[in-house]
């Protein structure tokens, strides 16, 4: 886990200023953590653990990409006033990257959530920045690990409360494990010959990895490598030869881009259809099933399931 602490002298003189101020009591006692996090899925995952006890503000909202991401000036100042920063890493927020860094050198606590998983079973690229894919939330176990680094920073941050984000992540990590049996049941209903996911971009390698597909992306690990003329051509060829019945748009990425697949095995004299939009880089719309983790998850796997049968 990366967290970054620094102590100046200006702090500890403030807070003996306060000390005596308040003769002994404590100021932040009914004060919430104030917690800043990067993707639609971070955030639902700090709320989960950190309950009515943490005040969570997500930069990115519903659709938005968070490799093509850019803070704006408020997201800058929010980001400076956080007790807690809760980001991807592994190069997914990649505009990011240098408010992060500017960041550590102000002594704010940060934690990269992917950066504490065991590289040993990361998938490598060679096309991209970290070389290795960031899409990690895909895993369920990757994601149960998420939500122990969350919990561990959180009771770091405000042990007197402890016990309750122990808690929550009890009860949510027992809700993650029901949606992998209820994924793999439904997965099981698929022959293994007809796991085969067309996505407009490599977001699903993970879950291909987890659940026996094979995954083919049109774009890359990032949407900001644009997919060309041959990408279109080897992969409607790809269509046709393996006799794929559907493909799927992400809604985090233009929809022009998988029409574009579609045409062109269209005009090769074979059909295929768009079987629905998969939420890939970012979670649905808030107060939406969809705008959960775990709702995504059973979204895109009966979405997939359906169609691919």
């Known amino acids: 886990m990366k967290i970054v602490r620094k102590t100046t002298l200006s702090i500890i003189l403030l807070s003996a200023l306060l000390s005596c101020k308040n003769e002994g009591k404590d100021t932040a006692e009914n004060e919430k953590l104030n917690i800043v996090t990067t ?43 956080a007790d807690i920063i809760f980001y991807n890493g592994l190069h997914l927020e990649g505009k990011l990257v240098e408010v992060f860094e500017k960041m550590e050198r102000t002594g704010k606590t940060q934690v990269a959530l992917a950066e504490s ?6 998938i490598g690229s060679d096309y991209f920045a970290s070389n ?14 998420f939500a122990g680094e969350v919990t561990e920073t959180l009771v770091e941050k405000d042990p007197k409360n402890a016990s309750k984000y122990a808690e929550n992540e009890a009860e949510y990590i027992q809700r993650l494990t029901q949606l992998e049996t209820e994924v793999k049941a439904k997965i099981e209903t698929l022959p293994k010959e007809k796991r085969i996911l067309v996505t407009a971009h490599d977001a699903f390698n993970y879950f291909g990895k987890a659940y026996n597909f094979e995954v083919v992306g049109l774009q ?6 644009e997919a060309g003329v041959q990408d279109v051509q080897r992969i409607s060829q790809f269509i046709i030869d393996n006799n794929v019945k559907a493909i799927f748009v992400e809604s985090s990425v233009p929809r022009r881009t998988i029409e574009a697949l579609q045409q062109s095995v269209k005009s090769k004299g074979q059909d ?9 880089d970012a979670l649905g719309s808030a107060r939406t099933e969809e705008g959960t983790y775990i709702g995504m998850f059973k979204h895109n796997v009966n979405t997939i399931i359906n169609e691919l049968k």
């Open 132 to 145: 290795y894919d960031p899409h990690v939330w895909f895993n369920i176990e990757y994601f149960k690990q």
């Open 220 to 225: 890359g690990l990032s949407t900001a490598t």
């Open 272 to 280: 295929v259809k768009i079987g629905g939009s998969l939420y890939s």
């Open 117 to 122: 998983l065991d590289k040993s079973g990361l």
């Open 39 to 81: 993707t639609t899925m971070i955030t639902d995952l700090v709320k989960n653990i950190g309950g009515d006890l943490v005040e969570v503000n997500g930069l990115m909202g519903a659709g938005v990409d968070p490799h093509l991401y850019k803070a704006s000036e408020g997201d800058v100042n929010k980001l400076y006033t």
